[in-house]
């Protein structure tokens, strides 16, 4: 259904984006962030911070616009250092006429990077928020120190919803090895969404993140059931995804979201449609890796780009005055 034109409706971009190590210049002593200070090998300095969140402003700002000439009202996002990088994200020349604030928290993670929601106040307004932990331990028992899921709820209008934000454990140890470590935390966002339900038995909810699975994944299959619709399932194919590993695409990136937000009769907040934002510009040009995410970094060689990531958002309806 095309509600552009439809003034009985409003329409609301929901986004989630990774942000590709969103890292200040000054060293932090409590984490692992020595790769990006002025003295590493990777040279990480300010006249390079200032470009990167210049340029990802701009990817944020357009996330959406073609559709429904508004940047989101919601943007969760991935490996960020601390608030100070988020401040400067929302301040910077494409979003700081637009009204954004913050959800963040910092989390326990050993390279210090967190999620966060940025939000802008004249469309949503926060009631609660909250990290939520998730509690893994390694191959030795020792707890295995990862991302929070950041819980929002908030009125978008006069629409309660529910949003988590996800960032989870990587696969670097090999795909097999950490997938259960994924299926604790599809198993935490279940519990979550339990203690939500069992307070709002119709919430609206969003689940949203870098899953480090596929949406095929036995942890996305958890975490959706029954009760959640995933529409990235139909996006990731052999020739598109949100980030390419070895010349295959993944589709790591994903906005799931409870079935009422499908449902026609009778519902004035409604899911419209799923998309990843891979323009030409956010593309590697030339070479063995064109059409790849044009990325920051590759090792410790600067190239100046946006993210290893595209970033995915989806298009919401809410009827006016409802």
């Given at each position: 259904?095309d509600l552009?034109s439809?003034?009985?409706?409003?329409?609301?971009?929901?986004?989630f984006?990774?942000?590709e190590?969103?890292?200040?210049t000054v060293n932090?002593?409590?984490t692992?962030?020595?790769?990006?200070?002025?003295?590493?090998d990777?040279?990480?300095?300010?006249?390079?911070?200032?470009?990167?969140?210049?340029?990802?402003?701009?990817?944020?700002?357009?996330?959406g616009y073609?559709?429904?000439?508004?940047s989101?009202?919601?943007?969760g996002v991935?490996?960020?250092e601390?608030r100070?990088?988020?401040e400067?994200l929302?301040?910077?020349?494409?979003l700081k006429?637009k009204?954004?604030?913050?959800v963040?928290?910092d989390?326990?993670?050993?390279?210090?990077?967190?999620?966060a929601l940025?939000?802008?106040e004249e469309y949503?307004k926060?009631?609660?928020q909250e990290a939520?932990?998730?509690?893994?331990?390694?191959k030795?028992?020792?707890?295995?120190?990862?991302r929070?899921?950041?819980?929002?709820?908030?009125?978008?209008?006069?629409?309660?919803?529910?949003v988590l934000?996800?960032?989870?454990p990587?696969?670097?140890?090999?795909?097999?090895?950490?997938s259960?470590?994924?299926i604790?935390?599809?198993?935490?966002?279940?519990?979550?969404?339990?203690?939500?339900?069992?307070?709002?038995?119709?919430?609206?909810?969003i689940?949203?993140?870098?899953?480090?699975?596929?949406p095929t994944?036995?942890?996305?299959?958890?975490?959706?059931?029954t009760?959640l619709?995933?529409?990235m399932e139909?996006?990731?194919?052999?020739y598109?995804?949100?980030?390419?590993?070895?010349g295959?695409w993944?589709?790591?990136?994903?906005?799931?979201?409870s079935?009422?937000f499908?449902?026609q009769?009778?519902?004035?907040?409604?899911?419209q449609e799923?998309?990843?934002?891979?323009?030409v510009e956010?593309?590697?040009?030339?070479?063995?890796?064109?059409?790849n995410?044009?990325?920051?970094?590759v090792?410790?060689?600067y190239?100046?780009?946006?993210?290893?990531h595209?970033?995915?958002?989806?298009i919401f309806s809410i009827k006016?005055?409802?």
């Amino acid at each position: 259904m095309d509600l552009t034109s439809n003034n009985e409706y409003k329409q609301f971009t929901i986004a989630f984006y990774n942000l590709e190590n969103l890292f200040d210049t000054v060293n932090d002593n409590n984490t692992l962030d020595d790769d990006f200070t002025e003295s590493s090998d990777k040279n990480w300095n300010e006249k390079r911070f200032r470009k990167k969140v210049k340029k990802l402003g701009g990817v944020i700002s357009q996330l959406g616009y073609n559709e429904i000439k508004q940047s989101p009202a919601l943007i969760g996002v991935a490996e960020v250092e601390n608030r100070l990088v988020l401040e400067e994200l929302i301040n910077s020349k494409y979003l700081k006429k637009k009204g954004y604030n913050i959800v963040h928290f910092d989390s326990p993670d050993e390279r210090g990077i967190d999620t966060a929601l940025l939000y802008r106040e004249e469309y949503f307004k926060v009631l609660h928020q909250e990290a939520i932990p998730l509690f893994l331990n390694n191959k030795y028992g020792e707890r295995d120190y990862t991302r929070d899921i950041l819980y929002v709820k908030g009125h978008l209008e006069k629409e309660l919803v529910h949003v988590l934000v996800n960032h989870w454990p990587s696969r670097r140890a090999g795909t097999n090895e950490t997938s259960q470590k994924r299926i604790a935390a599809a198993d935490k966002n279940r519990a979550i969404i339990s203690d939500i339900i069992l307070e709002e038995p119709n919430a609206k909810i969003i689940v949203m993140g870098d899953f480090n699975d596929d949406p095929t994944s036995k942890s996305l299959q958890k975490l959706s059931e029954t009760d959640l619709h995933n529409p990235m399932e139909q996006l990731h194919t052999r020739y598109e995804g949100s980030l390419n590993y070895k010349g295959s695409w993944n589709l790591f990136d994903q906005i799931l979201m409870s079935n009422n937000f499908l449902q026609q009769h009778g519902n004035s907040f409604r899911f419209q449609e799923a998309k990843i934002f891979n323009p030409v510009e956010l593309q590697e040009n030339k070479g063995r890796y064109k059409g790849n995410p044009f990325r920051t970094y590759v090792g410790d060689k600067y190239l100046g780009g946006f993210s290893d990531h595209f970033p995915v958002y989806s298009i919401f309806s809410i009827k006016n005055n409802s």
